[in-house]
């Protein structure tokens, strides 16, 4: 049996009794309670478990979370969020079951659980990946309380994550796009993992009619996000971090062209401060410094240890003082 405390669920990262806790508690179970509903109506079969075993196992829900939570700090409270946000759910499922398979990354354990490849063959595995996708498209596109053209404008915004010039066209970047610059790099983590997070904000914009300036705004906070956690991430693949703790394989970006393999960890770790300064920076002039976004944000990026929480305060010092103890960030 492990003493590890599993993070990758988000669940219990940090401590908190006040009403931001609660109201991100309660949007993450009206999450996980839409997506069971939505993945419940074909036959209970292999195809079906493993969608549902994609989609519903512990993973910290943080794309439909930041869609939420922007819109509530817009002032939004559309009953149409929740589907929107969950439709952004089932698209992130489906590519972390193709990012796991053996022609990609080869990964054998996914939120604490055999890879859904392993669990239920490579065949199941992308008919499942298929299956989610597809189903994001149509719950988007059956959403409730929203006009006609706005439910079109949230499937082609989705579209044109997804596709050949977003998400996947970031994977196959990573695959095939060898050794590259730093930019490059920076370049395709914003396919791969920055345009879900900045979709997640454009479409709580889009629903809650935010205006122009502050849905650019909100954007270049998802996308710096995004840089940052993409960074965050790829320490969490490297040497002492333990499965048990992250929930995935270790050492899977040995010889991939990562920002830390390319700059060196301290440099790596000085771009994901940056980022992340950046990104509050963005958050607090559309929505204000104390909305609920700013407050998950800082518990997604929060330091190990009770009690501490990494604030883009302190990222700024770290900044400025490199010779800290950079390492001590770790994804929650
Ligand atoms: C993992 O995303 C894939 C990346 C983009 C790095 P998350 O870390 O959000 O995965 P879950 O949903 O919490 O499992
Ligand atoms: C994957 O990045 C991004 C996706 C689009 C799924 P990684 O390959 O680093 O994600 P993990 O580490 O397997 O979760
Ligand atoms: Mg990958
Ligand atoms: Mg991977
Ligand atoms: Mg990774």
Same mark, same amino acid.
Do not use: W
């Given at each position: 049996?492990?003493?590890?405390?599993?993070?990758?669920?988000?669940?219990?990262?940090?401590?908190?009794?006040?009403?931001?806790?609660?109201?991100?508690?309660?949007?993450?179970?009206?999450?996980? =309670?839409?997506?069971?509903?939505?993945?419940?109506?074909?036959?209970?079969?292999?195809?079906?478990?493993?969608?549902?075993?994609?989609?519903?196992?512990?993973?910290?829900?943080?794309?439909?979370?930041?869609?939420?939570?922007?819109?509530?700090?817009?002032?939004?409270?559309?009953?149409?969020?929740?589907?929107?946000?969950?439709? @952004?759910?089932?698209?992130?499922?489906?590519?972390?079951?193709?990012?796991?398979?053996?022609?990609?990354?080869?990964?054998?354990?996914?939120?604490?659980?055999?890879?859904?490849?392993?669990?239920?063959?490579?065949?199941?595995?992308?008919?499942?990946?298929?299956?989610?996708?597809?189903? +994001?498209?149509?719950?988007?596109?059956?959403?409730?309380?929203?006009?006609?053209?706005?439910?079109?404008?949230?499937?082609?915004?989705?579209?044109?994550?997804?596709?050949?010039?977003?998400?996947?066209?970031?994977?196959?970047?990573?695959?095939?796009?060898?050794?590259?610059?730093?930019?490059?790099?920076?370049?395709?983590?914003?396919?791969?993992?920055?345009?879900?997070?900045?979709?997640?904000?454009?479409?709580?914009?889009?629903?809650?009619?935010?205006?122009?300036? @502050?849905?650019?705004?909100?954007?270049?906070?998802?996308?710096?996000?995004?840089?940052?956690?993409?960074?965050?991430?790829?320490?969490?693949?490297?040497?002492?971090?333990?499965?048990?703790?992250?929930?995935?394989?270790?050492?899977?970006?040995?010889?991939?062209?990562?920002?830390?393999?390319?700059?060196?960890?301290? =440099?790596?770790?000085?771009?994901?401060?940056?980022?992340?300064?950046?990104?509050?920076?963005?958050?607090?002039? +559309?929505?204000?410094?104390?909305?609920?976004?700013?407050?998950?944000?800082?518990?997604?990026?929060?330091?190990?240890?009770?009690?501490?929480?990494?604030?883009? =305060?302190?990222?700024?010092?770290?900044?400025?003082?490199?010779?800290?103890?950079?390492?001590?960030?770790?994804?929650?």
């Amino acid at each position: 049996m492990t003493t590890a405390t599993r993070r990758y669920d988000g669940i219990g990262v940090e401590t908190g009794d006040d009403a931001a806790f609660d109201d991100i508690a309660s949007l993450r179970r009206a999450v996980d =309670e839409r997506i069971d509903q939505l993945l419940s109506g074909s036959p209970h079969d292999q195809l079906t478990r493993a969608m549902r075993s994609s989609a519903l196992s512990a993973g910290k829900r943080m794309r439909p979370l930041l869609l939420m939570l922007v819109a509530r700090d817009l002032g939004c409270n559309s009953p149409a969020l929740i589907d929107v946000a969950c439709a @952004v759910e089932l698209v992130h499922a489906a590519s972390l079951i193709l990012d796991d398979l053996p022609c990609m990354d080869d990964a054998s354990l996914r939120r604490g659980k055999p890879a859904i490849h392993i669990q239920y063959g490579e065949d199941v595995a992308i008919l499942a990946s298929v299956a989610l996708l597809s189903r +994001a498209f149509g719950v988007l596109s059956q959403a409730q309380d929203i006009a006609p053209a706005t439910r079109a404008r949230l499937v082609a915004t989705l579209a044109q994550t997804v596709g050949d010039q977003g998400l996947v066209r970031g994977q196959f970047e990573e695959l095939h796009g060898g050794a590259r610059s730093p930019e490059a790099i920076a370049t395709t983590n914003e396919l791969k993992t920055g345009l879900l997070l900045g979709v997640a904000v454009d479409m709580a914009c889009i629903v809650c009619h935010a205006d122009e300036q @502050v849905a650019q705004q909100l954007r270049a906070f998802a996308l710096a996000a995004g840089q940052a956690f993409q960074i965050k991430d790829d320490f969490l693949d490297g040497a002492g971090n333990d499965s048990a703790v992250t929930g995935k394989d270790t050492g899977k970006d040995v010889g991939k062209a990562t920002l830390i393999n390319t700059l060196g960890r301290d =440099e790596a770790q000085r771009r994901l401060a940056a980022c992340l300064v950046e990104a509050d920076r963005c958050l607090s002039a +559309a929505v204000g410094a104390h909305g609920r976004t700013r407050r998950f944000v800082s518990g997604l990026f929060a330091k190990e240890g009770k009690g501490k929480r990494f604030t883009p =305060e302190l990222a700024k010092a770290r900044e400025l003082h490199p010779g800290a103890q950079l390492a001590e960030l770790r994804l929650s």
